[in-house]
């Protein structure tokens, strides 16, 4: 085979490159080392999103912007319904953005809105929007019109199940007929396991109740007879400052459970969405607070659109968001975020020096260094058949 030779001067060319392409190397590497262990640390409001991702804002349609929405609710096509509190009506959107329609009245009366505080949508179209401050729970057709109203005292949190309306009230959790039947309830107030106090989430996962015990700062679980199942969370030590960021749950508001039956928990003064399993155990915690598409800023409300999608009502950003949080492996463009920069350029300085160094091995040689492998060939002994 031929081998390929190049002059002594210019071997030597070649190898000063080489060694000095790794060294500057080496040298940036050490460089970027020496900034991000001296940098100041980065403001908390400013970091970025991990563990999800946004996929769109909401914020209204042309002049009619939201006001304070604080619950969203997913109807038949995937259309996200909007509890607009402030503005007194309920807003529907696409699942792409799109404004599709709005109802409800403003007023104190039979049949009006007055800061709606909660709303869920049935297999039929069918909306039922709770006010709170009206002790009421007030229905809509598929069309926006009222057909009935239901006096619950204050009502809280609402959700639907297959044909099972499922209240939550300060005290207690009532269960109903989605025409509006009562069908059974229990009610114990208290800081023991099973008692409550001031629910202001609720939904089904795996068959069983899931409260946001927000008065005790704790999530709980209970069979649809109202037996208590497990707790997640403690409610507040004696002398414990109401706004302690550093317990589990500052503040647990709105709840959504996926396909699996995994639940999911706004903290509304942590501005995250804490993840938990249908036994309560903990799974995630993702959210940054701020006023950035994908940060949240006081969220009150969630629901689950599907394919890993959530609709968080961002109730002091005026908007509602979409976020995808997915419990399996990361997109690439997320796990990119949780590594560490420090980590990235050494592996990057690593792959780059594995270049250098093959180029090297696989250099062309000397004619010094092909005559001499030539000769140390001739020396080897002949191996006898």
């Known amino acids: 085979m031929e081998v390929k030779v190049i002059s002594k001067k210019a071997h030597k060319t070649r190898r000063q490159i080489a060694i000095t392409i790794v060294s500057v190397m080496l040298l940036i590497a050490l460089l970027f080392i020496y900034y991000f262990l001296t940098k100041p640390p980065r403001s908390v409001k400013a970091a970025r999103p991990t563990g999800y991702s946004h996929i769109l804002s909401i914020y209204g349609y042309k002049n009619q912007r939201l006001s304070k929405p604080v619950e969203t609710a997913v109807g038949p096509k995937s259309n996200i319904y909007i509890a607009d509190t402030f503005n007194h009506r309920v807003m529907v959107f696409s699942s792409n953005g799109r404004f599709i329609k ?43 019109s009222v057909f009935w109203e239901i006096a619950v005292p204050s009502p809280q949190a609402i959700t639907i199940d297959g044909n099972r309306l499922y209240i939550a009230t300060k005290s207690g959790v009532m269960i109903g007929t989605n025409s509006g039947k009562l069908l059974t309830s229990f009610s114990s107030r208290g800081r023991e396991k099973g008692k409550v106090d001031y629910i202001t989430g609720i939904a089904i996962s795996k068959g069983n109740i899931i409260v946001a015990d927000s008065g005790n700062y704790r999530i709980q679980a209970f069979t649809k007879d109202g037996e208590s199942l497990w707790t997640s969370g403690k409610p507040l030590k004696k002398g414990e400052a109401t706004r302690n960021t550093k317990r589990k749950y500052s503040l647990p508001a709105g709840l959504a459970t996926d396909s699996k039956g995994n639940i999911y928990v706004v903290d509304a003064f942590a501005g995250k969405v804490v993840v938990l399993d249908p036994k309560g155990r903990d799974l995630r915690s993702v959210g940054d607070w701020g006023r950035e598409d994908g940060q949240f800023y006081y969220p009150a409300g969630i629901s689950y659109l599907g394919n890993d999608r959530f609709v968080v009502a961002d109730k002091f950003n005026n908007r509602v968001q979409i976020v995808r949080i997915a419990l399996g492996i990361l997109p690439l463009s997320e796990v990119s975020n949780l590594l560490s920069p420090i980590v990235f350029i050494l592996i990057l300085t690593a792959l780059l020096m594995i270049l250098v160094w093959q180029w090297y091995r696989f250099r062309p040689v000397t004619q010094q260094q092909a005559n001499a492998k030539l000769e140390i060939g001739n020396e080897l002994p002949k191996i006898n058949k």
């Open 102 to 144: 709005k109802f409800g009245k403003k007023g104190k009366g039979k049949k009006q809105l007055y800061f709606p505080n909660s709303i869920a949508v049935d297999s039929r179209g069918v909306t039922y929007v709770a006010v709170s401050q009206l002790d009421k729970v007030v229905m809509f057709s598929p069309k926006g």
